[in-house]
């Protein structure tokens, strides 16, 4: 029966997963369909609106073109005009003289003859009429101005669309997601030179497979990239995978997208718990600062249980009631407490840790969630931490079980905390320059809690974080020098 039940269960839950990518792809379907109505509405519009400009060029260039005839012909008419006056004035000095000329014949004094003849000689020597050319100064042909668009037409005839790049191909096997880092790397189906850049767009998901187009994230778009791997770096990997495609572009048009690549990313995520931090802490999501008027509010709604009580209350303790309670009692008096919201049961994570510049007292490690509510970090059997303490002067030590051991090295602005929960460590880093400055060796038995502990200052969290290739390196290294002089439960007290 119990078999039946659990096969059943695997086939409910099989074919649940089955349906959700179903709809998932029914919604890309749908998604496709209302994107081709778009696209094809812009294209067409694109396309009217080539054609007009191509229309107004060739209205423009026609009427340049025009003007230019009507130039040439006026020009021509005004020589011709000019030329035919002149001549019509030659030709009627000219009768002039003719008509002298022959009366000149009539005379009979030989002297007035002569004189006649001289006159006229003179006249005609000097006659506009014989220094004419009697050639048109311009020609009637404008054969110079003719026009033969039959090229032109021949390629207005061959405008197709323009070539389109085709999609590349992402190179699954040769991305590399490390150090919060995601290098992509992509190909294209054939050689074509007349790619310019490529672009690159990725966004987070939890969800594995096809990109879900429903309650996803937006794009972030990457642009002008000249080669066929990109690295995307500084993420903060607080979704389970990262979607990332690309697509080509020549000068002109881009091309489709690639097939969208679903990319995991590992890192431990979360947040810090509110619920059970201490009411002198204000904590909002991975920011913790200390509070000296927290709980003001509910030591006057408490009032009568607090005379109840023997004595007047520590300014330094606080009493809470169960409304103020999470799923755990909150920490009280001395132990400013608060823990993350996320266990871990397995497996190697990271995260950082950064203190304001005036935080007095401060301490950072892991607990089992046994830790009582009045208890301190590092205090505990089942707890592990370093703590910084700038009262009076800087002091950096690790704590485990009331055994305090003090580091001999500088207080980084910043700490990274390396947790193998395998392997039984738990080492802290200076998280710039990723230098060891203490491992604690164990065997952890239960589920381990981020912990931290803030006196006079602030802390900020950073999680979303993968092991550093820098802190993997330096781990390893530890790992080979058995018997390390580093390890708290090596050192005699």
């Known amino acids: 029966m119990d078999e039946q039940r659990e096969t059943l269960q695997r ?57 230019t005839i009507r130039q040439e012909a006026a020009h021509k008419i005004q020589a011709l005009q000019d030329q035919l006056s002149q001549c019509r004035n030659a030709l009627e000095s000219s009768e002039e003289l003719l008509e002298l000329a022959t009366q000149s014949l009539d005379i009979k004094d030989p002297v007035e003859f002569l004189k006649a003849g001289r006159e006229i000689k003179d006249r005609v020597t000097v006659a506009s009429v014989f220094r004419l050319s009697l050639k048109p100064e311009v020609s009637d042909s404008m054969t110079h101005l003719m026009v033969d668009f039959s090229m032109e037409r021949h390629m207005l005839q061959a405008i197709k669309f323009l070539p389109v790049p085709r999609a590349p191909e992402i190179d699954v096997a040769a991305c590399v997601v490390a150090d919060n880092c995601i290098t992509v790397s992509w190909g294209m189906p054939e050689e074509d030179s007349r790619i310019d850049h490529f672009v690159l767009e990725y966004r987070k998901t939890n969800f594995g497979g096809l990109p879900r187009v429903k309650d996803e994230q937006h794009w972030e778009v990457i642009d002008n990239i000249k080669a066929t791997e990109y690295t995307i770096s500084g993420l903060k990997f607080d979704k389970k995978y990262v979607n990332v495609r690309v697509k080509a572009c020549n000068k002109a048009v881009a091309g489709e997208y690639s097939d969208p690549a679903t990319l995991e990313t590992k890192a431990f995520v979360f947040s810090l718990d509110s619920t059970s931090s201490h009411l002198n802490l204000k904590v909002e ?77 401060y301490s950072v490690g892991v607990t089992y969630r046994n830790l009582g509510k009045f208890d301190q970090l590092g205090k505990t059997s089942s707890s592990w931490c370093i703590h910084i303490n700038n009262w009076l002067q800087t002091i950096l030590s690790a704590k485990h079980s009331n055994k305090t051991k003090t580091l001999d090295t500088p207080v980084p602005d910043r700490v990274g905390v390396y947790c193998d929960f395998d392997g039984g460590q738990l080492s802290f880093y200076n998280a710039n320059s990723k230098e060891l400055l203490y491992t604690f060796r164990t065997k952890f038995t239960q589920p381990l809690l981020p912990g931290f502990m803030t006196w006079c200052g602030g802390l900020t969290v950073s999680t979303g974080l993968q092991v550093p290739s820098a802190v993997s390196m330096v781990q390893k290294s530890e790992n080979r020098l058995s018997g390390s002089t580093n390890s708290l439960n090596n050192i005699a007290y």
């Open 285 to 361: 999501d991975t920011y913790v600062e200390w509070d000296p008027t927290g709980g003001k509010g509910q030591l006057k709604i408490k009032g009568k249980e607090n005379k109840s009580r023997s004595g007047a209350l520590s300014p330094k303790r606080t009493s809470v009631g169960p409304a103020a309670r999470g799923s755990r009692d909150r920490f009280v008096g001395e132990s400013y407490t608060v823990l993350g919201d996320t266990t871990i049961e397995s497996g190697q994570h990271y995260w950082e840790v950064k203190a304001q510049k005036d935080c007095k007292s």
């Open 11 to 67: 086939i409910v839950s099989t074919l649940a997963n089955k349906n959700d990518e179903i709809q998932n792809f029914i919604d890309i379907l749908n998604h496709t369909i209302k994107n081709v109505q778009v696209n094809s509405s812009s294209a067409i519009s694109e396309l009217d609106e080539e054609f007009d400009r191509l229309y107004s060029v060739l209205y423009e260039m026609s009427g340049t073109m025009a003007n």
